[in-house]
T-cell receptor, first 111, second 117 residues
Framework: DAKTTQPNSMESNEEEPVHLPCNHSTISGTDYIHWYRQLPSQGPEYVIHGLTSNVNNRMASLAIAEDRKSSTLILHRATLRDAAVYYCILRAISNTGKLIFGQGTTLQVKP | GAVVSQHPSRVICKSGTSVKIECRSLDFQATTMFWYRQFPKQSLMLMATSNEGSKATYEQGVEKDKFLINHASLTLSTLTVTSAHPEDSSFYIC?????????????FGQGTRLTVV
């Protein structure tokens, strides 16, 4: 599976938007871009995923660059409960389901 | 949405004993489940792929005789840490997907905090 690069940490103020970047310059044409987050002492939870087009769901939005070499997870209004480690993961179409986690971005949300 | 449940959430055991951790898919069948280990302030590390009805596939460096995996049914995989030692203390997490499809989300258990004393 192709590698992703994320900043180690980011800070945000409560109720402001947060843009979490992810670089994946070696992405292949059939790799899906997945985002998961992990709250302290919990298992990861799914946030969003996409292939080429931007995606929206109740949790977040995913903006995918036209060349697909980068993507941005957007939290429209950060809350204190959004403080977590966010992982950007590429999942190959041939992948059996396993996810290879990088270091992720630790998001701090200030009240 | 689909749920994966792990049990127990916390366990403390004595050095040299074995501990079994269960991972269940509650409302879907999972022919494949995955086991991860996470040390403090580190990311998740994939340990093995659990295959229903066949042997598990272990990642490089993971001792298969120490971490026994059994996937006897389509909704249950178990990880047994045998002859546990303090260095095995970690956060163990399982995951599963409804489909073997990259266009599908993965679901994770709540994790099991193992402390070996």
């Amino acid at each position: 599976d192709a590698k992703t690069t994320q900043p180690n940490s980011m800070e945000s103020n409560e109720e402001e938007p947060v843009h979490l970047p992810c670089n994946h310059s070696t992405i292949s044409g059939t790799d899906y871009i997945h985002w998961y987050r992990q709250l302290p002492s919990q298992g990861p939870e799914y946030v969003i995923h996409g292939l080429t087009s931007n995606v929206n769901n109740r949790m977040a939005s995913l903006a995918i660059a036209e060349d697909r070499k980068s993507s941005t997870l957007i939290l429209h209004r950060a809350t204190l409960r959004d403080a977590a480690v966010y992982y950007c993961i590429l999942r190959a179409i041939s992948n059996t389901g396993k996810l290879i986690f990088g270091q992720g971005t630790t998001l701090q949300v200030k009240p | 949405g689909a749920v994966v449940s792990q049990h127990p959430s916390r366990v403390i055991c004595k050095s040299g004993t074995s501990v079994k951790i269960e991972c269940r898919s509650l409302d879907f069948q999972a022919t494949t489940m995955f086991w991860y280990r996470q040390f403090p302030k580190q990311s998740l590390m994939l340990m093995a792929t659990s295959n229903e009805g066949s042997k598990a596939t272990y990642e490089q460096g993971v001792e298969k005789d120490k971490f026994l995996i059994n996937h006897a049914s389509l909704t249950l995989s178990t990880l047994t840490v045998t002859s546990a030692h303090p260095e095995d203390s970690s956060f163990y997490i399982c995951s599963a997907s409804q489909l073997r499809d990259a266009n599908t989300e993965a679901f994770f258990g709540q994790g099991t905090r193992l402390t070996v004393v």
